[in-house]
């Protein structure tokens, strides 16, 4: 692929954030917050899983109707802010976004799932706003790595496909999802991990912006 790339889309957790805690941590601080009893990590995975994709797109509070149904709301909630709370802003995100933005590239964060849970995180880490664009799966009809997803994406950019650059860490959801919509990719690693073929580029999280610095030159191969 070649052309300038005019937007750059992130995605956000274990890209741009990470957590601090443990989910089966997080679940219990939640069930002790909210006064119930605790809930086996197992045990919500099963909830998780047997509630229908479409029924969470905005809460979890559907999932813990399976599990406590009285106090399903207060658990949500309780649920909801622990994970807010125990995420963190990895130390080269803001530099990584500021790289797009001084490239003249629109920008944009794409993120799964429920809207009031990521909505939560990027308001907790100073990220709400700061992009273009922020697309939630769970306010959309698609999840990744549905090439929908990356379709909506670009046409909320208003930037084309092949002229965005998507950065993310995960090999299926976010290489191979972005790829087959048409849009360039960079794979976020750690520890020197193997990229997924579909990667045009791979990025190193502890050096996010200076390789991203790199890949937006007009000399790279990817432009």
Do not use: W
Not at 86 to 114: H, S, Y
Not at 122 to 134: F, I, R, T
């Amino acid at each position: 692929m070649d052309g300038p790339i005019d937007a750059v889309g992130f995605d956000l957790d274990e890209t741009l954030i990470v957590p601090e805690r443990d989910r089966s941590d997080l679940l219990a601080s939640a069930c002790a917050t909210a006064g119930v009893a605790p809930i086996d990590r197992e045990a919500y995975l099963d909830a998780h899983d047997a509630v229908p994709a479409d029924r969470i797109d905005r809460t979890r509070e559907p999932i813990f109707e399976r599990l406590c149904p009285d106090d399903a709301a207060a658990l949500a909630d309780a649920y909801c802010a622990a994970m807010a709370d125990a995420v963190t802003l990895l130390p080269q995100a803001r530099a990584a976004i500021r790289v797009a933005r001084d490239r003249g590239c629109r920008v944009g964060i794409c993120t799964d799932g429920p809207v009031r849970a990521q909505r939560a995180k990027l308001d907790a880490v100073g990220l709400s706003g700061v992009a273009d664009v922020e697309v939630i799966t769970g306010a959309i009809d698609a999840r990744k790595p549905d090439p929908a997803v990356y379709e909506a994406f670009c046409d909320r950019l208003g930037v084309s496909p092949e002229r965005t650059l998507f950065v993310g860490d995960g090999p299926d959801n976010d290489v191979r999802g972005a790829a087959s919509a048409g849009l360039r990719t960079a794979q976020v690693v750690t520890n020197g991990a193997t990229a997924h073929p579909d990667a045009d580029a791979v990025l190193d999280r502890s050096t996010l912006a200076d390789g991203l610095t790199e890949l937006l030159q007009p000399s790279n191969e990817l432009q």
